[in-house]
Protein backbone atom coordinates (compact mmCIF):
# COMPACT_ATOMS: atom_id res chain seq x y z
CA UNK A 1 0.00 0.00 0.00
CA UNK A 2 1.10 3.55 -0.60
CA UNK A 3 1.53 5.92 1.94
CA UNK A 4 2.53 9.55 2.30
CA UNK A 5 4.19 11.42 5.71
CA UNK A 6 4.31 15.05 5.95
CA UNK A 7 6.42 15.32 9.62
CA UNK A 8 5.69 18.71 10.24
CA UNK A 9 2.00 20.03 10.84
CA UNK A 10 3.07 23.40 10.86
CA UNK A 11 6.53 25.25 9.77
CA UNK A 12 7.23 29.00 10.57
CA UNK A 13 9.75 30.93 8.76
CA UNK A 14 10.75 34.70 7.99
CA UNK A 15 10.14 36.46 4.73
CA UNK A 16 12.88 35.78 2.49
CA UNK A 17 14.18 33.17 4.25
CA UNK A 18 14.68 29.86 2.79
CA UNK A 19 11.89 27.25 2.90
CA UNK A 20 12.25 23.21 2.95
CA UNK A 21 8.76 21.22 3.44
CA UNK A 22 9.75 17.61 4.20
CA UNK A 23 7.90 14.99 2.42
CA UNK A 24 8.44 10.91 2.87
CA UNK A 25 6.46 8.44 1.19
CA UNK A 26 5.98 4.53 0.29
CA UNK A 27 5.37 3.00 -2.54
CA UNK A 28 6.43 -0.26 -4.10
CA UNK A 29 7.86 0.92 -7.64
CA UNK A 30 8.90 4.07 -8.79
CA UNK A 31 6.00 6.56 -7.51
CA UNK A 32 4.55 9.47 -9.02
CA UNK A 33 5.27 12.32 -6.71
CA UNK A 34 3.53 15.35 -6.34
CA UNK A 35 3.05 18.62 -4.68
CA UNK A 36 0.05 20.70 -4.25
CA UNK A 37 -0.56 24.08 -2.45
CA UNK A 38 -3.84 25.19 -1.12
CA UNK A 39 -4.27 28.74 -0.24
CA UNK A 40 -7.52 29.75 2.47
CA UNK A 41 -10.70 28.72 1.00
CA UNK A 42 -9.41 27.49 -2.54
CA UNK A 43 -8.82 24.21 -4.02
CA UNK A 44 -5.61 22.68 -4.68
CA UNK A 45 -3.19 24.07 -7.14
CA UNK A 46 -0.37 21.43 -8.56
CA UNK A 47 2.97 22.99 -7.69
CA UNK A 48 5.17 20.41 -9.93
CA UNK A 49 5.42 16.59 -10.02
CA UNK A 50 7.64 13.82 -10.68
CA UNK A 51 7.36 11.15 -12.80
CA UNK A 52 10.68 10.16 -14.22
CA UNK A 53 13.89 11.84 -15.43
CA UNK A 54 15.83 14.65 -13.74
CA UNK A 55 15.42 13.64 -10.16
CA UNK A 56 15.51 17.82 -9.51
CA UNK A 57 11.68 18.75 -10.69
CA UNK A 58 11.42 22.70 -11.31
CA UNK A 59 7.69 23.78 -10.31
CA UNK A 60 5.44 27.21 -10.62
CA UNK A 61 6.29 30.04 -8.50
CA UNK A 62 9.58 29.35 -7.66
CA UNK A 63 9.48 25.88 -6.14
CA UNK A 64 11.28 22.61 -6.77
CA UNK A 65 11.54 19.48 -5.32
CA UNK A 66 13.99 16.38 -5.21
CA UNK A 67 13.41 12.94 -5.25
CA UNK A 68 15.75 11.02 -3.39
CA UNK A 69 15.31 7.53 -3.90
CA UNK A 70 17.47 6.26 -1.59
CA UNK A 71 15.57 8.14 1.43
CA UNK A 72 12.19 7.58 0.03
CA UNK A 73 12.01 11.43 0.10
CA UNK A 74 10.22 14.21 -1.98
CA UNK A 75 10.84 17.36 -0.05
CA UNK A 76 10.11 20.72 -1.76
CA UNK A 77 12.58 23.27 -1.13
CA UNK A 78 11.95 27.24 -2.35
CA UNK A 79 14.77 29.93 -1.72
CA UNK A 80 13.41 32.98 -0.78
CA UNK A 81 9.86 32.97 0.64
CA UNK A 82 7.39 35.80 0.22
CA UNK A 83 4.10 36.32 2.12
CA UNK A 84 2.12 35.53 -0.63
CA UNK A 85 3.55 31.73 -0.07
CA UNK A 86 1.51 31.51 3.26
CA UNK A 87 -1.00 28.33 2.75
CA UNK A 88 -0.80 24.97 3.28
CA UNK A 89 0.79 22.31 1.22
CA UNK A 90 0.10 18.62 0.76
CA UNK A 91 2.32 16.12 -0.56
CA UNK A 92 0.78 13.34 -3.41
CA UNK A 93 1.94 9.88 -4.31
CA UNK A 94 0.36 7.72 -6.71
CA UNK A 95 1.20 5.58 -9.20
CA UNK A 96 -0.84 2.24 -11.20
CA UNK A 97 -3.85 2.72 -9.06
CA UNK A 98 -4.74 5.76 -10.42
CA UNK A 99 -5.88 6.94 -6.95
CA UNK A 100 -3.58 9.14 -5.39
CA UNK A 101 -2.04 8.86 -1.98
CA UNK A 102 -2.18 12.30 0.28
CA UNK A 103 -0.18 13.22 3.12
CA UNK A 104 -1.98 15.40 5.78
CA UNK A 105 -0.35 18.96 4.50
CA UNK A 106 2.10 21.17 6.33
CA UNK A 107 1.33 24.40 6.99
CA UNK A 108 3.35 27.25 6.12
CA UNK A 109 3.12 30.15 8.41
CA UNK A 110 5.31 33.34 7.11
CA UNK A 111 6.26 36.25 9.16
CA UNK A 112 7.03 39.38 7.58
CA UNK B 1 -15.42 25.91 -18.54
CA UNK B 2 -11.34 26.51 -17.70
CA UNK B 3 -11.18 24.36 -14.66
CA UNK B 4 -13.23 22.21 -12.63
CA UNK B 5 -16.31 24.03 -11.20
CA UNK B 6 -18.15 22.37 -7.65
CA UNK B 7 -21.74 23.95 -6.51
CA UNK B 8 -22.86 24.64 -4.19
CA UNK B 9 -20.23 26.95 -3.08
CA UNK B 10 -21.32 26.60 0.89
CA UNK B 11 -23.99 24.56 2.88
CA UNK B 12 -25.57 25.00 5.87
CA UNK B 13 -28.16 22.01 6.91
CA UNK B 14 -29.61 20.16 9.73
CA UNK B 15 -28.89 16.77 10.72
CA UNK B 16 -30.50 14.18 9.41
CA UNK B 17 -31.12 16.01 6.09
CA UNK B 18 -30.13 14.74 2.55
CA UNK B 19 -27.49 17.20 0.56
CA UNK B 20 -26.24 16.82 -2.88
CA UNK B 21 -23.10 18.62 -4.03
CA UNK B 22 -22.33 18.77 -7.28
CA UNK B 23 -18.89 18.82 -9.29
CA UNK B 24 -18.35 20.04 -13.23
CA UNK B 25 -14.92 18.47 -14.50
CA UNK B 26 -12.63 19.78 -16.88
CA UNK B 27 -14.45 19.16 -20.70
CA UNK B 28 -12.84 15.65 -22.03
CA UNK B 29 -11.37 14.72 -18.41
CA UNK B 30 -12.30 11.13 -18.32
CA UNK B 31 -11.26 10.58 -14.19
CA UNK B 32 -13.15 12.20 -11.42
CA UNK B 33 -12.05 12.11 -8.06
CA UNK B 34 -14.30 13.14 -4.85
CA UNK B 35 -12.09 13.96 -1.34
CA UNK B 36 -13.34 15.20 1.81
CA UNK B 37 -11.04 16.81 3.76
CA UNK B 38 -11.76 17.74 7.46
CA UNK B 39 -10.52 21.05 9.14
CA UNK B 40 -7.46 20.72 9.69
CA UNK B 41 -6.63 17.25 8.17
CA UNK B 42 -5.52 15.98 4.78
CA UNK B 43 -7.69 14.72 1.63
CA UNK B 44 -9.52 11.73 2.35
CA UNK B 45 -10.55 9.48 -0.60
CA UNK B 46 -14.65 9.05 -1.25
CA UNK B 47 -14.81 7.66 -4.88
CA UNK B 48 -13.59 7.34 -8.33
CA UNK B 49 -14.65 7.50 -12.02
CA UNK B 50 -12.98 6.23 -15.06
CA UNK B 51 -14.56 6.55 -18.01
CA UNK B 52 -17.49 4.24 -18.46
CA UNK B 53 -15.38 1.89 -16.20
CA UNK B 54 -17.21 0.80 -12.58
CA UNK B 55 -16.45 3.12 -9.95
CA UNK B 56 -14.09 2.87 -7.19
CA UNK B 57 -16.30 3.17 -4.33
CA UNK B 58 -13.85 1.78 -1.66
CA UNK B 59 -13.09 4.76 0.16
CA UNK B 60 -17.27 6.27 0.96
CA UNK B 61 -17.14 5.78 4.78
CA UNK B 62 -21.04 4.57 4.65
CA UNK B 63 -23.63 3.85 3.03
CA UNK B 64 -24.82 7.22 3.78
CA UNK B 65 -22.59 8.08 1.25
CA UNK B 66 -23.14 7.89 -2.77
CA UNK B 67 -22.03 9.12 -6.03
CA UNK B 68 -23.26 8.99 -9.52
CA UNK B 69 -21.87 10.62 -12.87
CA UNK B 70 -23.44 10.63 -16.24
CA UNK B 71 -20.74 9.11 -18.94
CA UNK B 72 -17.36 11.64 -18.60
CA UNK B 73 -19.85 14.96 -17.47
CA UNK B 74 -21.32 16.19 -14.04
CA UNK B 75 -20.82 14.28 -10.93
CA UNK B 76 -23.16 14.40 -7.34
CA UNK B 77 -22.37 13.18 -4.64
CA UNK B 78 -25.18 12.56 -2.21
CA UNK B 79 -25.02 12.57 1.42
CA UNK B 80 -27.81 11.11 2.94
CA UNK B 81 -29.08 11.59 7.24
CA UNK B 82 -26.36 14.15 7.52
CA UNK B 83 -24.83 13.74 10.90
CA UNK B 84 -22.76 16.32 12.18
CA UNK B 85 -19.27 14.54 11.76
CA UNK B 86 -19.92 14.78 7.77
CA UNK B 87 -18.80 18.97 8.22
CA UNK B 88 -16.49 18.98 5.84
CA UNK B 89 -14.94 20.53 2.76
CA UNK B 90 -15.92 18.55 -0.15
CA UNK B 91 -13.21 18.88 -3.17
CA UNK B 92 -13.78 17.32 -6.70
CA UNK B 93 -10.92 16.65 -9.07
CA UNK B 94 -10.64 16.09 -12.65
CA UNK B 95 -7.74 14.27 -14.61
CA UNK B 96 -6.92 13.10 -17.75
CA UNK B 97 -4.19 11.01 -19.27
CA UNK B 98 -3.97 13.33 -22.23
CA UNK B 99 -2.82 16.27 -19.59
CA UNK B 100 -0.17 15.07 -18.49
CA UNK B 101 -0.92 11.08 -16.82
CA UNK B 102 -2.61 11.54 -13.05
CA UNK B 103 -1.99 15.58 -12.37
CA UNK B 104 -5.34 16.43 -10.61
CA UNK B 105 -7.13 19.55 -11.48
CA UNK B 106 -9.14 20.99 -7.92
CA UNK B 107 -12.45 22.50 -7.57
CA UNK B 108 -12.49 25.15 -4.91
CA UNK B 109 -14.88 22.76 -3.12
CA UNK B 110 -18.14 22.63 -0.71
CA UNK B 111 -18.23 23.86 2.51
CA UNK B 112 -20.62 21.40 4.26
CA UNK B 113 -21.69 22.32 7.57
CA UNK B 114 -24.19 20.22 9.57
CA UNK B 115 -25.97 21.61 12.68
Known amino acids: AQSVTQPDIHITVSEGASLELRCNYS??????LFWYVQSPGQGLQLLLK??????LVQGIKGFEAEFKRSQSSFNLRKPSVHWSDAAEYFCAVGGGSYIPTFGRGTSLIVHP | GAGVSQSPSNKVTEKGKDVELRCDPI?????LYWYRQRLGQGLEFLIYFQGNSAPDKSGLPSDRFSAERTGESVSTLTIQRTQQEDSAVYLCASSSPLAGGETQYFGPGTRLLVL
Open chain 2, 27 to 31: SGHTA
Open chain 1, 27 to 32: YGATPY
Open chain 1, 50 to 55: YFSGDT
